[in-house]
Nanobody, 120 residues
Framework: QVQLVESGGGWVQAGGSLRLSCAASGRIYSINDMGWYRQTPGKRRELVAVITSRGSTNYADSVKGRFTISRDNAKNTVYLQMNSLKPEDTTVYYC??????????????WGQGTQVTVSS
C-alpha cells in the first residue's frame, strides 16, 4: 500500500503564498501522475494541477499563472507552490498519486487533506 502525508497548508492574507508538499511512502514500485485537487463542502472535488512522470503539467484555468506544480521523483514527493492567493482559493486541498504498489497495478491514492485559508 501507499501512504501519503501532506503538509504546508495554513492561513495567509490575500496576495500571499503557500507551498504544499505531499510525500508518498510504502511499497512503491512506480509512480505515474501526481496531482492536487481541492474540494469545498457541498461541491465536487476539482483538479487544481497535475504533473506526469515525464514532467508535463496541466492546471485548472482558475490557477494558471499563480500556482506551480513540481515533483521530486527521488523523494516520491509532489509540491504545489501557490502564489498570489485569493480568498476564493480557500478550501481543503488533497494530494493524489497514481502508483503501482507491491503486487497491485496502478491505482489512485489520496492524502488526508490540508486546509488553506486566504483572508481578504
Amino acid at each position: 500500500q501507499v501512504q501519503l502525508v501532506e503538509s504546508g497548508g495554513g492561513w495567509v492574507q490575500a496576495g500571499g503564498s503557500l507551498r504544499l508538499s505531499c510525500a508518498a511512502s510504502g511499497r512503491i514500485y512506480s509512480i505515474n501522475d501526481m496531482g492536487w485537487y481541492r474540494q469545498t463542502p457541498g461541491k465536487r472535488r476539482e483538479l487544481v494541477a497535475v504533473i506526469t512522470s515525464r514532467g508535463s503539467t496541466n492546471y485548472a484555468d482558475s490557477v494558471k499563472g499563480r500556482f506551480t506544480i513540481s515533483r521530486d521523483n527521488a523523494k516520491n514527493t509532489v509540491y504545489l507552490q501557490m502564489n498570489s492567493l485569493k480568498p476564493e482559493d480557500t478550501t481543503v486541498y488533497y494530494c493524489n498519486v497514481r502508483a503501482a504498489s507491491g503486487g497491485s497495478w496502478y491505482q489512485d491514492y489520496w492524502g488526508q487533506g490540508t486546509q488553506v485559508t486566504v483572508s481578504s
